[in-house]
């Protein structure tokens, strides 16, 4: 028998495989029991109500796929009385994920959904802060130590920053959310994309462009992951484009403690079922006692933090 | 009839395997005619038992014939048949997916993912139906004709195409027992004028309880037109370009009009099929 449980920043997971938030709600509950997932994770909430990005809000370019939804939210309210009651019926710990316009948004919503079931907060610091020229969050260390700490006032819950990969700052964006109180960092949200229709030569998403998110992303994800794992001392959960248990290893071996798998999902309702058997299964057959031992293993020798923290390609 | 996935109750665990992923055995895949092509697949029993007309299913298309499809690709029942153990999907090869699924012969292996979303509704009370669908809305609509013919009600299938040797399920319907009109637009009769001159004469002559529709703008601006004038209400399937198809993403939303306020529903969840006076032309 494999120990596959995980430890994020004092929250047990039976398993470090969970889903990345967008890519999961209460319907994927019709095709397995997601009570074998090492954590629920709720789409973005805000607020207030959104209806979201015009349509076509997705679109696939090679092997991978583009989307540009917008988080359509019914709000605070519609969480506290159907959401969570629904996860509460399910010993998973329940991980909510909010967003907000501004500081004050985010403060606020982080108070109103630290109740009873929810087990810890994932932070979109990924989305646009209106009251700074548009830029998400954590695009900026200053704005990133901002946010994270007037929402480590707002709650006892444990927090997690969902870090971009459109900034050029990793290490030092990783550095500022934990300063401002970030309990654990998911790494990382979609890259900033586009794609054309060559046809039409219009744009191929309503919104013009989109985020990136499948396997062409995880070379980046994972190469922030790592940085984030040196960067800082608390738990990484490493999230792009992973779809299969030697994705979810190879996030380990760079320090991740435990995976989000999104896209995958949309391909194969039950890609983290198979994820996580599969990985049950390496583990077992390569003797490994526990899944805690793989993580942050990688043989780098000895590198120069110039090299670790690079922000341009050599 | 057609509300197979109700909304998860509060604090009740799911059973889990409401929806099917399966891999499925290919029977066949010919054309029908020159546009469109039969893909015919051995299914389990109480997966086909599941199937209501109007919902669809999430093919995962193969990486098959220097074909890359990557999300999962949408389509409608054409046909299921528990007598024989066959499930059925009609398409015209247009985009990697449908390319991709070209390739598929006899005894290949194609993984679906349903059946999903909510069929056409039948009222008890609903005697006569008409149908009005062009082209491949036609594949969605055929199913409602075997559901017709088993709850015993009378069904008009009203079927337009470019030239008549386009126009699919013809016999199907015939077989099932439906009147069949067809117009082209070869002969002139397809236009939105005539199209409605035939269907005044029908609820004139018979009445009409319920229209179904597919697929086509100027079809749905009529039929909610006819419907606005006699009272009689009908449903249109609609598409949008998906990429869970079990409500999960929010990518295929489309507007709608309820209670005077704009709303947008999840086309996978919501749909395909909705109330064809709270559907907005586009």
């Excluded at chain 1, 810890?120 to 990924?126: G, H, M, P, Y």
């Excluded at chain 1, 300063?179 to 979609?190: I, K, P, R, Y």
């Excluded at chain 1, 900033?192 to 219009?202: G, H, P």
């Excluded at chain 1, 396997?215 to 792009?240: D, E, F, N, V």
Aim: glycine letters at 10%.
């Amino acid at each position: 028998m494999v120990d596959m449980s995980v430890d994020i920043a004092g929250l047990k997971l039976k398993n470090p495989v969970m889903p990345a938030s967008g890519t999961f709600s209460e319907e994927l509950a019709e095709v397995f029991d997601i009570e074998c997932l090492g954590a629920h994770v709720t789409k973005t909430i805000t607020r207030d109500l959104r209806s979201g990005n015009p349509t076509p809000r997705v679109c696939e370019v090679d092997g991978s796929m583009l989307n540009s939804i917008g988080i359509p939210s019914k709000g605070v309210r519609y969480f506290l009385e159907k959401t969570a009651p629904f996860y509460s019926a399910y010993n998973t710990p329940l991980v909510v994920s909010i967003s907000g316009n501004t500081a004050d948004e985010f403060e606020a919503l982080c108070a109103e959904v630290s109740v009873d079931g929810v087990a810890a907060i994932e932070v979109n610091v990924s989305c646009p802060n209106i009251e700074e020229d548009g830029k998400a969050f954590a695009i900026r260390p200053s704005s990133t130590y901002e946010v994270m700490s007037r929402l480590r006032k707002a709650t006892r819950l444990p927090l997690w920053a969902k870090l971009t990969p459109n900034t050029g700052e990793t290490p030092e964006v990783a550095r500022a959310a934990e300063e401002g109180g970030a309990d654990a960092l998911v790494v990382a949200n979609t890259l900033l994309a586009m794609a054309i229709d060559t046809r039409t030569r219009r744009p191929k998403l309503g919104n013009l462009m989109g985020g990136l998110s499948g396997p062409s992303l995880k070379p980046i994800a994972l190469r922030m992951a790592y940085q984030c794992a040196k960067a800082t001392r608390i738990p990484i959960i490493g999230c792009g484009g992973i779809s299969t248990a030697d994705d979810v290893l190879e996030f380990l071996i760079a320090g991740a403690s435990a995976v989000q798998v999104g896209t995958a999902t949309f391909i194969n309702p039950t890609a983290m079922v198979s994820i996580i058997a599969e990985l049950e299964g390496r583990l077992s057959r390569e003797g490994v006692s526990s899944v805690r031992e793989i993580i942050g293993t990688v043989i780098d020798d000895e590198q120069k933090s110039g090299v670790v923290f690079m922000e341009a390609a050599p | 009839m057609g509300k197979v996935l109700s909304p998860p109750l509060a604090g009740t665990r799911l059973p889990a395997a409401d929806v099917f992923e399966r891999d499925l055995v290919v029977v066949s895949n010919d054309p029908v005619n020159g546009e469109y092509m039969r893909l015919a697949l051995k299914a389990p029993l109480e997966l086909l038992e599941r199937c209501r007309a109007g919902q669809f299913f999430h093919l995962l298309c193969p990486v098959i014939g220097g074909e890359t499809p990557y999300l999962r690709r949408p389509m409608s029942i054409y046909g299921f048949f528990p007598e024989t153990g066959e499930l059925h999907f009609l398409y015209k090869v247009a985009g990697a997916g449908t390319r991709a699924l070209f390739h598929l012969g006899p005894g290949d292996m194609l993984n679906v993912l349903g059946p999903l979303g909510l069929g056409f509704r039948i009222e008890d009370d609903w005697q006569h139906l008409v149908l009005v669908a062009r082209g491949v809305g036609l594949a969605t609509l055929a199913p409602l004709a075997l559901e017709a013919r088993n709850r015993g009600r009378r069904l008009t299938a009203i079927c337009s195409a470019r030239h008549a040797d386009v126009l699919m399920s013809i016999d199907y319907f015939r077989d099932m027992g439906a009147d069949v009109v067809t117009v082209t637009d070869a002969d002139g009769t397809s236009s939105m004028e005539h199209v409605e001159g035939v269907i005044e004469t029908l609820v004139e002559k018979r009445g009409v309880d319920a229209f179904y529709t597919c697929g086509s703008n100027r079809m749905l601006l009529l039929l909610q037109k006819l419907g606005r004038r006699h009272g009689i209400p009908g449903e249109i399937a609609l598409e949008q370009q998906m990429a869970c198809g079990l409500g999960m993403c929010h990518c295929c939303v489309r507007p709608f009009m309820q209670d005077g306020k704009r709303v947008q529903l999840r086309v996978c969840r919501e749909g395909p099929v909705f109330d064809i006076q709270e559907a907005m032309p586009w």
